[in-house]
């Protein structure tokens, strides 16, 4: 009796432990925990209610692919590093392994170049389908503004995925921001990935305006089609890559810049697409990566090849390059940008787009198409700029040899032009073999970066040689 | 320890009373006869038992000295017994002390017994909410007391705890000042690098251990990148104890923030008495003791030399400056000496004053602290500390505040990077430093002089205050409430200068390309913490019960800038001088915290004892339907030796408990605000707009990680302690896991954060045994030694093969594991390191080929330490020890034979074909085989080795100076050393930071005075 009892008791104290214990979870109040947004940050549908929002999320992807992508003009972008990598640039720090690795045609999988080109790419390509996603399905936005802001979306997508199939073969092409999608993505063969980009360009084409900004800082029509231009050169279409050239060309928007030392001030007349810099008074990251005062060069210097493929009176030599000197050594850097600090209004940009381009894509679809005069009218016109005297032959092969060695001298260490353009017209082998004896075949497509393969395994296989 | 022998034998007697008083007692009537018959003037004795909250105790043995007879008390602890009026009554109940009364003709005697607390019991642990005895803790806590924290010159707390406690595996990151200390409790239960801190509780406030750093700023200096630690911004000195809580029993009351443990901070406080003060004046002298057997000049250019040769150069190449004659091939320079080679001084002035009364005590008590570098250049970190504590009682006892404030000021001045790699990779025969005009010496760009770094400083100035106030009222003699306010507030202010002095002239940059980083974070946050504690009697069981609410709020802020451009490099600390100037970075955050929490503990008899914790948390890191969550435990405990079969049986075994537990805590380090889709602020304009960018993946439906933990313990001592042996055996089993799940780039970015049913458990044995060797009034001798082994295992993880983790982790294998190539040694005839090839397609693949799994776990760790007193002597030494694998010094060495110094160990290296070596042939890296050869072999299990040791971590002396005369007081004396011996047969550095590029802990000797008046 006397247990039970206990037992008894016993339970009625467990039982008002437990009532005061829910009686005191009712008392502290749910309202409690809840918390406002962070101010630094919005939510997401809010963005895309107010077209200067939009236009925050476009600018926070110029200024990533001006300082954190593969295209910047510093020391991680491809001017440098391809440059590198062809036979622009000699290297001289042995301490940076990884862009070593690059300049003696070693780049492993591993490489930290090869992932954060990969990485930095597809950051952009989401910021793009994000825009393009939230854009399209905004409640609030004119059809003016989302013509606009698609426009440039479609063009940025079409512009990223452009540099990485030609520099990883074969890629993905992503066109949703859905992770459980991307995740387990597959390659395309690099015909798909061409129609996919050349199918974005257009769509981009009939979205943009003319003109946006007055410094084209922002892609409008003729930058989309200007690029497409390039993109049909490099798919062959020949006849297509003419057509947007000459469309470009006879706009009569933008004009060669007579005076050559003026071609990379932020008002030349023959610039389609330039970066903002930023911040007013900042320059190009391209003229603080290769100006050097004395030598031996700190990191990087013209190689001689590539000096000694000047012709004598070419006024390109002249303006667009440094000259070092120890007493006995010469060194020679690109000096096509020529401010490497602050000043008081910004000079210079880094240009994308220019118009020589242009004529190089007209004559060389040209040539192709065996039009053969207007082809050397049109290398002449870059050649005569350069107060170089022109060319006299039609024949197809000597024009197209001399069209590529002006090409390299004119956009010398611009986005890897002389990489892509060795590798697209397969002479990567026959023109790097006397630089680099260890060159291979297969070093035309980079790596897919390891730790890439190691979470999507649908990117394998490996690209050959790797 | 005598008396605990003496309560024993007591209790033994009164076993054996109690059986004959109880015969007696069924004879009573006719005992009774027989004594009145011999005595006429007995007297009736009445009177009332109780304990000391005034409650009845029945079945209390009250007895007459030197007689038989005797009585007991009933269920309201009234008795009555006939004695003599010159008697004396003895009064005995197990658990409480026997007393001797003396009648002195009295005819009522309430008697009020006290609890027997023998040396267990006087071991008050601190469980956070509540107080507990040593003797009967269901739970694992382990305390830490002062006298092995306060003398030591460190700067975090954490540094203290090294070898000393089970199940806590401590490591130094580096030897820099401010650098940070990682801790794991009972092992990594989380994937996330980042959510396996334990929480800390100073003086009953959560003390965040997150650093306000940033990477930008700290990065290169400080390991982690996190910048200065906040624990070390809490005076060592000033610490009365740390208790550690491990198993779910004692952290399950801490629910949510409890899976990886609670390390409980207390800080000293006043006494009653006589005010008394107190100097401590302490300096050290530290150094790193190791260094690296390098080349010299000659075997370095022979290596260079060597290598070429091997890669079939025949012209030394133009950038190749150390051998093609552009460099000294005489100069032969130790450039670990003149990079880290100089002697860091310690230096500390704590003073204290303390007293009171027993109603109204305090302490105030400030400490100076400076510590300069190993480094060359004139860098310190100089720290100054105030804590006061002010403690009162009122006189009815029933109201008592216990206020606590401690501020703490810490100014680190640095280089922005540490010099170890450089000193370690430079060729010997590298140019000067200086120019005779004292100018930096740039060799005409043959180098970057790595002294350019002592012009590029980082600096860290940080503020914490701790403030807590107690209030505690006696509702009833058994019931009170208690409030507990608490405040903290730090802040940190990070600048990084990269002055265009840092850049070779030969870019012909002037300040204009100057730049500073400039980084000020700060937190505060409050807690009000309302309790409820009601103890009661329930016929022999004691109930302790606990309810608790917790409110806590904590903002955080941080501003990054970065600042360039400027007129002069004097002015480039000033953000105005700068000529462009842009945000890197400004966040805010809010974490909001809401509680319930209760206790109910359970004593019979002081045998067995029942512990019940219980939590409800609310958390504002989780999205809206996922914000509360139970957490609880139950702990049991049996207290053998109170048993009479034990008592009888086994004599010499003067405590026994058995205890388990088992219980559910959670975790959510998992950051703020990470269920929002949003769209973050960047840092970056284009065309005058300021970007804004897609801060993640979004994912609002994540929830708690979840831990069960299970132990069972066991705790023995034998013959009155002596010897007191511990063990416990712990299962705990992480799910839910709350993880940035890796993406690939492809999806644009690196991780989504989402709960996964992975299992993770961590299990292992701890042991510790204390000793009292010898023990007189001259010399005293104890040892104790404690060992952990522990185990990380991943139970479970759905469709692992298919998942993102598929190369990084293994069913049935630890977290902590890497998967490498099988080396296979040098191939004789090409003398390239060769390897398995796994899937056998004839190239060495990251993927396939990297199949062997290497666990970087310790097999087991621990401590040894001896203390020893003899008549004014005393010596403390402590031992610490880990088994475990680490990366050495090829790991990061760079190839052997390109422009990098290399121990003496590659002269083993391949030369001729039918060598017989471990190391490849030279190259100076053009040999692309012999590159990813080597890449490979740095990403193999050849360069996992052991990195195991054994350390002397710390001595210390200490001589209590006579002092004579009127003067009441006394004075130490005091050496101290730490880290002074390591064995260990680590190629690299330092085995403990088993790295190779962080300046190793330092080797610390240190002398000082303590006086106390």
Known sequence: MKYNHRIYQISIYLKIFVAIQFNLVFVSCEDFIAVEPPNNQLTGSIVFEDPTTVRAALSSVYSDLRDNSLLTGGTSGLSYIMGHYADELTFHNSYQIETKSFYENGVLPTNSIISSWWNSAFSLIYSANSVIEGVSNSKTLTSTEKKEFLGEAYFIRAYIHFQLVNLYGKIPYIDTTDYTKNKGVSKLSEPEVYTKIIADLNLSKSLLKETNTTLNTIPNKWICTAFLARVHLYAKNWDLALKEATAVLSANTYALNTDISNVFLKNSPETLWQLDTGNNGSNTVEALTYIFVSGPPPHTSLTNDFIASFEDGDSRFEHWIGKVSDGTNEWYYPYKYKINSASGETKECSIFIRLPELYFIAAEANIHLNHLVNAQHQLNIIRKRANLPSLDSTDPTFLLEALYKEKRIEFFTEQAHRWFDLKRTNRALEKLNSLKPNYKETEQILPLPASELLLNTNLLPQNEGY | ?1013
């Open chain 2, 1 to 1013: 320890m005598k008396k605990n022998h003496k309560s024993l034998g007591r209790t033994l007697i009164f076993c054996t009373f109690y059986i004959i008083t109880t015969f007696c007692y069924s004879n009573a009537n006719y005992n009774n006869c027989n004594l009145s018959l011999q005595d006429s003037i007995k007297i009736i004795i009445q009177g009332k038992i109780t304990d000391q909250f005034k409650n009845p105790i029945h079945n209390v043995h009250i007895g007459i000295s030197g007689r038989k007879s005797g009585t007991m008390s009933n269920q309201e602890g009234i008795y009555s017994i006939k004695a003599f009026y010159n008697d004396t009554l003895r009064v005995s109940y197990l658990g409480y002390k026997t007393q001797l009364i003396a009648i002195n003709n009295r005819k009522k005697i309430n008697i009020q017994l006290i609890e027997d607390i023998t040396e267990l019991d006087a071991i008050t642990l601190n469980a956070g909410y509540y107080k507990v005895s040593e003797k009967v803790t269901t739970g694992s806590i382990v305390k830490v007391s002062k006298e092995h924290i306060e003398f030591q010159p460190v700067s975090n707390p954490l540094s203290a705890l090294q070898g000393r406690v089970t199940g806590v595996e401590i490591v130094q990151s580096s030897g820099v000042p401010g650098s940070e200390f990682s801790i794991k409790i009972r092992g990594q239960n989380s994937i996330r690098q980042t959510g396996n801190s334990p929480l800390y509780i100073v003086n009953g406030v959560p003390y965040s251990s997150n650093s306000l750093g940033d990477v930008q700023t700290s990065g290169s200096i400080l390991p982690g990148g996190k910048g200065s630690n906040p624990l070390n911004n809490i005076n060592t000195s000033d610490i009365e104890r740390i208790e550690i809580l491990k198993d779910a029993d004692a952290t399950a009351i801490y629910g949510s923030r409890g899976a990886n443990g609670v390390v409980l901070i207390t800080t000293k406080s006043g006494t009653a008495g006589k005010t008394t003060y107190n100097f401590n004046i302490t300096t050290g002298f530290g150094h790193v003791s190791n260094r690296l057997p390098l080349l010299s000049t000659p075997q370095y250019i022979a290596m260079r030399q060597e290598a070429y040769r091997n890669d079939g150069v025949t012209e030394i190449p133009s950038n190749a400056y150390d051998i093609n004659g552009t460099w000294s091939q005489s100069r032969d320079t130790n450039w670990q000496k003149e990079f880290f080679g100089k002697t860091a001084i310690f230096s500390s002035v704590q003073s204290s004053i303390r007293g009171g009364t027993e109603r109204t005590k305090f302490m105030i008590s400030n400490n100076l602290n400076r510590q300069t570098t190993v480094f060359p250049g004139e860098f310190e970190n100089i720290k100054f500390s105030l804590l006061s504590t002010l403690q009162h009682r009122t006189k009815d006892d029933r109201l008592s505040l216990n206020f606590s404030m401690n501020y703490t000021k810490d100014n680190n001045n640095l280089l922005s990077t540490d010099l170890v790699r450089e000193a370690l990779y430079l060729p010997p025969n590298a140019p000067e430093l200086y120019n005779e005009d004292g100018t930096l010496n740039w060799a005409n760009s043959t180098w970057n002089n790595p002294l350019r770094q002592l012009e590029s400083e980082y600096s860290a100035s940080g503020n914490s205050l701790i403030g807590n106030l107690t209030i505690d009222y006696k509702l009833l003699e058994n019931l009170k409430i208690i409030g507990n306010l608490g405040y903290t507030e730090s802040s940190l202010a990070e600048l990084r200068t990269i002055p265009s002095t840092t850049l070779n002239p030969a870019y012909g940059l002037g300040s204009e390309a100057s730049s500073a980083i400039h980084n000020a974070g700060s937190r505060k946050s409050w807690i009000i913490e309302p309790q409820l504690h009601w103890n009661f009697n329930l016929n022999d069981v004691k109930i302790a019960t606990l309810f608790g609410l917790t409110f806590q709020d904590q903002r955080s802020e941080r501003l990054g800038q970065y600042a360039s451009g400027f007129s002069s490099n004097a002015l480039i600390e000033n953000i105005a001088a700068a000529s462009n100037l842009y945000i890197l970075g400004n966040t805010e955050s809010n974490y909001k915290y809401n509680a319930f929490f209760s206790r109910l503990n359970m004593n019979k008899n002081g045998k067995y004892i029942i512990n019940l914790t219980g939590r409800r948390d609310g958390s504002s890191r989780f999205g809206e339907e996922k914000r509360f969550s139970n957490f609880g435990a139950i702990g049991a405990a049996w207290i053998l030796s109170e048993e009479k079969l034990f008592k009888r049986h086994l004599p010499f075994l003067s405590f026994g408990k058995i205890r388990a537990s088992y219980g559910v805590t959670g975790n959510d380090q998992i950051g703020d605000y990470q269920y929002l889709d949003t769209y973050t602020v960047g840092s970056s304009q284009y065309d005058g707009v300021t970007g804004i960018h897609p801060t993640r993946l979004y994912n609002p439906n994540y929830n708690w990680e979840k831990n069960k933990k299970i132990e069972i313990a066991l705790d023995l001592g034998l013959y009155n302690d002596r010897i007191f042996f511990s063990t416990n055996f712990y299962t705990n089993k992480s799910s839910n896991q709350l993880i940035g799940i890796p993406l690939p780039g492809t999806t644009g970015f690196n991780i989504v954060t989402a709960n996964l049913d992975a299992i993770i458990e961590n299990k292992g044995w701890e042991f510790a045994i204390n000793t009292t060797n010898i023990s007189n009034s001259k010399f005293k001798w104890s040892s104790s030694i404690n060992l952990s082994i522990a185990k990380n295992e991943l139970l479970e993880f759905p469709e692992l093969e298919g998942s993102s983790y598929a190369n990084e982790l293994v069913i049935g294998e630890s977290l902590n594991i890497v998967k490498v190539y099988d080396f296979n040694g040098v191939d004789q005839e090409s003398g390239l390191y060769t390897f398995t090839d796994v899937n056998s397609d004839g190239a060495i693949t990251p993927v396939e080929d990297k199949q062997t799994i290497v666990n970087l776990d310790p097999k087991y760790y621990g401590g040894f330490s001896n203390h020893i007193t003899w008549k004014k002597f005393s010596l403390d030494a402590l031992f610490q020890f880990t088994k475990q694998l680490g990366y050495d010094f090829y790991a990061s060495s760079g190839v052997p034979g390109s422009q990098r110094n290399q121990t003496t160990a590659v002269l083993s290296r391949w030369q001729n074909p039918g060598d017989e070596t471990s190391l490849q042939k030279y190259t100076s890296g053009l040999n692309s085989d012999a590159f990813e050869a080597y890449t490979n072999y740095s990403e193999s299990d050849a360069v996992l080795t052991d990195a195991s040791y054994i350390r002397l971590k710390t001595v210390s002396l200490n001589y209590n100076l006579p002092i004579s005369g009127t003067l009441d007081g006394k004075c130490q004396l005091f050496i101290q050393g730490q880290n002074l011996l390591t064995l260990t047969k680590y190629n690299g550095l330092d085995p403990e930071t088993r790295s190779s590029s962080v300046l190793p802990p330092l080797k610390v000797i240190s002398i000082g005075t303590k006086i106390t008046f």
